[in-house]
């Protein structure tokens, strides 16, 4: 059953499911950034992709292609992360941890906004735009020796350039993380989706699995979504102003 109803009534229930819960992941997209001032991929004016292809800036083929464009690109969205603060989404996902035994936010997001938020169970299925490892050997970079405003990649000791540690297009998501993000899927009794669109998978099949697994499944944001009527609870709104009433009620 799915409520496209955002009323007080579902907030209530949530919070009441949250304190009967034991063990309770988020997994979260673009959209609980988007508050910080960064933009969603799929917006259709302002979105990351609304001046480029995917396929040139997100995929190896791209980054083989024209590396510079690719680390301009990567280097400007690093950059911007500089200017950005958590939310009131993200400050209430990593509060959320004080009244739960366990609490795992698993993100496609590589921004570490959820890290700063104070959030310590961070599970990053796409990387991190602040780590880099070479193209060739994948050898991990010393970040501190990466500076903003270079227009190229600079170079491994191998001779290979480096390139942002986040998981591209045509990528295989890290196994340990993706089967970590997997196993609480199916063992998680509240599994809480927000600010995805739900349709880049592996991570947009993960609250069908835990659904199948007999967790309930609540799903946050402004519009539907191939989840939404999957979702035992659809919270309608933004992750900003929905997640800070689930703690105020956890606290009341
Ligand atoms: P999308 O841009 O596809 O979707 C963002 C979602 O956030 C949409 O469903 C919006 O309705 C919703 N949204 C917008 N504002 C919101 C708010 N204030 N609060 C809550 N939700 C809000 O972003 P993702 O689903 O994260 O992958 O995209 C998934 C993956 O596709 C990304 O990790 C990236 C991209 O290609 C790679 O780069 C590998």
Redesign the pocket.
């Known amino acids: 059953m799915s409520n496209s109803i955002n009323s007080h009534v579902f907030i209530e229930q949530t919070a009441e499911l949250l304190k009967s819960a034991k063990r309770v992941a988020i997994l ?5 950034s ?2 910080s001032g960064i933009p ?4 259709a004016q302002t ?3 609304a001046n480029y292809r ?1 396929e040139d800036l ?1 995929t190896p083929q791209g980054f083989l292609q024209n590396p510079d464009l690719v680390w301009q690109w990567y280097d400007s969205r690093r950059k911007k992360l500089l200017e950005v603060s958590p939310n009131a ?1 993200h400050y209430a996902m990593a509060e959320l941890a004080q009244f739960v035994p366990e609490l795992t936010v698993i993100t ?3 921004d570490g906004l959820h890290q700063q938020a104070g959030s310590k169970e961070v599970l990053e ?2 990387g991190s735009i602040t780590a880099f490892r070479c193209f060739a050997k994948g050898h991990p970079a010393n970040t501190d020796n990466i500076d903003f405003g270079l227009t190229s990649p600079p170079k491994c000791h191998c001779g290979s350039p480096y390139r942002p540690g ?4 045509g990528e295989s998501l890290p196994g340990d993380v993706l089967s970590k993000a997997q196993k609480l899927a199916q063992s998680a009794d509240v599994f809480i989706v ?7 998978h592996p ?2 099949s993960l609250p069908f699995v835990a659904k199948e697994a007999g967790a309930t499944v609540i799903e ?4 539907p ?1 191939p989840i939404t009527d999957t979702a035992d609870i659809f919270l309608q ?4 102003q ?1 997640w800070p009433k689930i703690i105020g009620l956890l606290k009341s």
Do not use: C, M, Y
Request: overall charge negative; cysteine-free.
């Open positions: 979260t997209g673009a959209g609980v988007k508050e969603t991929f799929r917006d979105g990351l992709w995917p997100a989404g496609q997001n590589v299925l796409h986040v998981v591209w297009f927000a600010g995805t669109s739900g349709i880049v991570a947009a946050i944001n402004p519009e979504t709104g933004p992750s900003g929905i």
